[in-house]
């Protein structure tokens, strides 16, 4: 279940809603929220702290489920689908990179890579080792290929997170947080990376706190009190060029 229907925009939310109970107190984190996304699109979603980004991220992922409205993620329901539907679905499109890396850390880097894939059912027991290591390449890692996640930096450990959710090629990744537990050079060249990305056709939301690198991203949703209180559309310059697949490998060797 590569895609549901591929015509119109990859994500497509409408009217969505997301009430949690709290002790005896009902608290409606997501309020009417309406967001479209095209497709090859780089989105920063900022906001303060418990004001419903993450909850967004967990609708749009299927994490988690709206109590009224609807979601669509490249043509798919995604609020319509059951557990099972949803786990094939998210496999195949989307990828998720997480603050903290959640790396299984009983297996190499490379095996970490190959297990979606495995889940998946995609490639030969060959090709999904051809893959892991060519992923590896695209994110300066070949030489680790073999390194437990302990045995490399952060900003390693979060390269091979997003080599990881590229293994089964989804058209959308979803950062939440990605560069905020690493330092400011560190996490720069990983943005550098999600840029590279985009340039290559992908669609990219991220959740983030840091200002500077929202304000390099060519689109900026803020959330605030469960609703989206801006939505701003710019043209850097960093992206009116498309630099060679291999530049990224090469820079951070």
Sequence with gaps: MKSCNQAGNIIEIK???????VGGNQVQVLKGLNLSV????????????????STLLNMITGI???TRGSVFVNGCP?????????ATWRGENVGIIFQFFQLLPSLSLMQNIIMPMEFAGKYSRKERRQRAMHLLETVGLADQAHKLPGMVSGGQQQRAAIARALANDPPLLIGDEPTGNLDSQT??????????????GKTMLMVTHDVEIAQRM???????NGIISCDSIAAPEIFTSSPAEVTYAERVR
């Design 38 to 53: 095209e497709a090859g699109e780089f989105v920063a979603i900022t906001g303060p702290s418990g004001n419903g980004k």
């Design 64 to 66: 988690d489920r709206p």
């Design 78 to 86: 995604v609020h319509e689908m059951n557990e099972n539907q949803l």
């Design 218 to 224: 060519p689109r900026i949703v803020e959330i605030r």
């Design 15 to 21: 009217d969505i809603d997301k009430d949690y109970q």
């Design 187 to 200: 996490a720069d060249t990983i943005f550098e990376l999600f840029q590279s990305l985009v340039i290559q």
